[in-house]
């Protein structure tokens, strides 16, 4: 924190220099200047006036000295806590908003997994089962594992291509090229119409797979010579390929920001030392990116594993809907809050094995 505020003082004072250094009989420099601390004086003026009317109404209400909560509940209070309950007050709508609509759900989520959950015309009917779900998953269920280690294997593989593709793109739009902004817009637009309606449209007429893989049977020459366990991966691979590159939107922005505040003055230090481009990229650019490629995995992971038509989500949806009973595996709610659990600690955990490789390889290169 403390080198991050060092260099945003330093930024300051670079940028003061700079606007000092501008003459006096510049007008239309120092006029838009007037107009744009004025703008920013009335943000300030408005700002501060709501959180007076957050800090100050029935429900709560500080004085000098004290703070009222309701009328009735009084507790003194510092400069520092006023300050904290300030910013509070701001965000309050919205911890309630992230309480009631993804904190409860998620809880309740959890809470319903311990339960056998029935739907009939007298409302929601739970019967306690304390692990039962989470064993059918594994014992009972013919399904559901065969499911999720394919498609764990299929994020195995996923991942380090969206990354390295868009690496490959920021890097690209980072050169000195005309029109960066539209190069960075034409590669964020699948994000933007990446919604499922429309991505299962595509699929359907074949557009998220390249017809020269399949042209040449690559695919079934690679079935041809592993095993199935490795094959069905890679061809899922192969099958949803473009899929997998539209996924790569959001982290080409966060890895091209990375890559502009490297400073340009240390690759022409390394070329006067007579480095190649491949040590500048192995030595300067990958070391210097590589806090934001963790960030990226945890995105990609994160938004591939929410996707709507992902192959466990829609099993886990079809069982919440289908509830049916088969020997001792029972459908529904509970047994479909089970499942999400059971995915959701399988992702925490990939995503964990990924952040922990690149952290050692990090310490090996730093060691």
Request: charged content about 15%.
């Amino acid at each position: 924190m403390k080198k991050v505020m060092a260099k945003l003082r330093a930024l300051g004072q670079k940028v003061m220099a700079k606007v000092i250094a501008i003459p006096k009989n510049h007008p239309k420099f120092w006029e838009g200047v007037t107009k744009v601390g004025h703008g920013v004086a009335k943000i300030g003026v408005f700002i501060k006036k709501i959180g007076y009317v957050l800090t100050h109404n029935k429900v709560l209400n500080t004085t000098t000295h004290h703070v009222v909560v309701l009328g009735k509940i009084k507790f003194k209070i510092t400069n520092k806590r006023r300050e904290a309950l300030l910013g509070l007050s701001f965000i309050f709508i919205w911890i309630v908003g992230y309480s009631i609509f993804t904190l409860y759900p998620v809880f309740n989520s959890l809470y319903l997994s311990f339960f056998k959950v029935r739907l009939d015309a007298e409302g929601i009917q739970s019967t306690f089962v304390n692990f039962d779900n989470f064993k059918a998953a594994f014992i009972s269920d013919p399904y559901f594992v065969e499911i999720l280690i394919e498609y764990v294997l299929e994020m195995i593989l996923n991942v380090p291509v969206v990354i390295v593709f868009a690496l490959i793109i920021a890097m690209l739009i980072n050169q000195d090229v005309k029109g960066k902004g539209v190069w960075r817009t034409i590669f964020f637009l699948p994000v933007i119409i990446s919604t499922g309606p429309v991505i299962s449209e595509l699929m359907q007429q074949g557009a998220t797979t390249l017809p020269s893989i399949e042209n040449y049977d690559f695919v079934q020459l690679v079935l041809d010579n592993v095993s199935e366990a490795i094959a069905n991966p890679i061809q899922a691979l192969f099958d949803t390929i473009l899929l997998v590159l539209w996924f790569a939107g959001i982290q080409i922005l966060i890895l091209l920001a990375g890559l502009q505040k490297i400073d340009r003055s240390i690759y022409e230090a390394s070329m006067i030392d007579g480095a190649s481009p491949w040590e500048s990229f192995w030595k300067i650019t990958l070391p210097s990116i590589m806090p934001l490629i963790s960030v990226t995995i945890v995105y990609t992971v994160v938004s591939m594993s929410v996707f709507s038509l992902n192959s466990v989500v829609v099993y886990i949806q079809d069982k919440m809907l289908a509830e049916s009973t088969v020997g001792t595996l029972t459908t529904g709610y509970g047994y479909s809050a089970a499942l999400s659990w059971i995915y959701f600690l399988v992702m925490a955990l990939l995503i964990l094995i990924f952040i922990g490789l690149i952290n050692i390889r990090r310490r090996g290169r730093h060691s």
